[in-house]
């Protein structure tokens, strides 16, 4: 359950219960830490969710919005729906049908007979993409250049793309600019590599539950590296992370 501060009194905004999008960003980052307030105006693009506007603009989210974030962030992570299938689950419970959760999976190629061995991740469009980061198609050419983000062999971009696109405009805020994080990116590549080794075996095992098992572990070594790669950062600069 995500829990969202109170405001006090004097604060319209606050003591009404709606929290401005930097608050929700802090709300949603103590379980989802890669989300970015990119991420956020994107799901709203696509009509996951519509928060309330001030007369000057400003985005105002109710707690109700926050939670259906957590519902959307967490389907996707942990289910890997595509955003159209989680918008269309969340209006089917908010009508207060009984709906399953629905789980997707993606065939071997050349054996249609095989059952789904895992489920398939969601996509998004490079207008989409562009949108959402709220950046040109010159700016993304160049990322592209870099290796920071990779197109899919049909030219769109898998959801992970969005948020590190807004990673990256956040580190420009920075002065740190995308040439500079190509090290950040080889890096990425070494420790992937040398997770797939470790898994690749049981990825091409023939029976479908050692399949499963090698996309288990997958996750959990990637979720190692990531709390090592942080770790390493911190002592290399003296500082502790929230």
């Not at 009404?16 to 608050?23: C, E, P, Q």
């Not at 379980?31 to 890669?34: A, Q, R, W």
């Not at 090698?214 to 070594?221: C, D, I, N, Q, S």
């Given at each position: 359950?995500?829990?969202?501060?109170?405001?006090?009194?004097?604060?319209?905004?606050?003591?009404?219960?709606?929290?401005?999008?930097?608050?929700?960003?802090?709300?949603?980052r103590e379980?989802?830490?890669?989300v970015t307030i990119s991420k956020i105006r994107f799901l709203e693009s696509e009509g996951l969710i519509e928060p309330q506007r001030t007369p000057s603009g400003y985005r105002k989210f109710s707690p109700e919005d926050v939670e259906r974030?957590?519902?959307?962030?967490?389907?996707?992570?942990?289910?890997?729906?595509?955003l159209k299938v989680i918008r269309e689950h969340l209006d089917a419970v908010e009508r207060g049908e009984a709906v399953q959760l629905p789980s997707l999976g993606r065939q071997r190629d050349g054996e249609p007979g095989d059952e789904a061995e895992g489920p398939t991740a969601a996509r998004i469009g490079r207008a989409e993409l562009l949108a959402a980061a709220g950046i040109g198609e010159q700016e993304l050419d160049e990322w592209e250049s870099?290796?920071?983000?990779?197109?899919?062999?049909?030219?769109?971009?898998d959801a992970e793309a969005v948020t590190v696109a807004g990673i990256v405009v956040e580190l420009g805020r920075f002065g740190i600019e995308p040439r500079h994080l190509?090290?950040?990116?080889?890096?990425?590549?070494?420790?992937?590599?040398?997770?797939?080794?470790?898994?690749?075996?049981?990825?091409?095992h023939r029976n479908p539950q050692t399949r499963a098992h090698?996309?288990?572990?997958?996750?959990?070594?990637a979720g190692l590296a990531v709390k090592l790669h942080a770790a390493l950062v911190q002592s290399a600069l003296g500082v502790r992370l929230p």
């Open positions: 359950m995500l829990r969202t501060p109170s405001g006090g009194a004097g604060n319209g905004a606050a003591a009404s219960g709606l929290m401005s999008i930097g608050a929700v960003l802090n709300v949603l379980e989802f830490p890669e974030l957590g519902h959307v962030l967490r389907m996707q992570r942990d289910h890997y729906l595509p870099y290796g920071l983000i990779t197109p899919l062999p049909d030219g769109g971009y190509r090290a950040v990116k080889a890096a990425a590549d070494r420790e992937a590599g040398l997770v797939d080794q470790v898994v690749a075996p049981l990825r091409l090698a996309e288990a572990r997958t996750k959990e070594l």
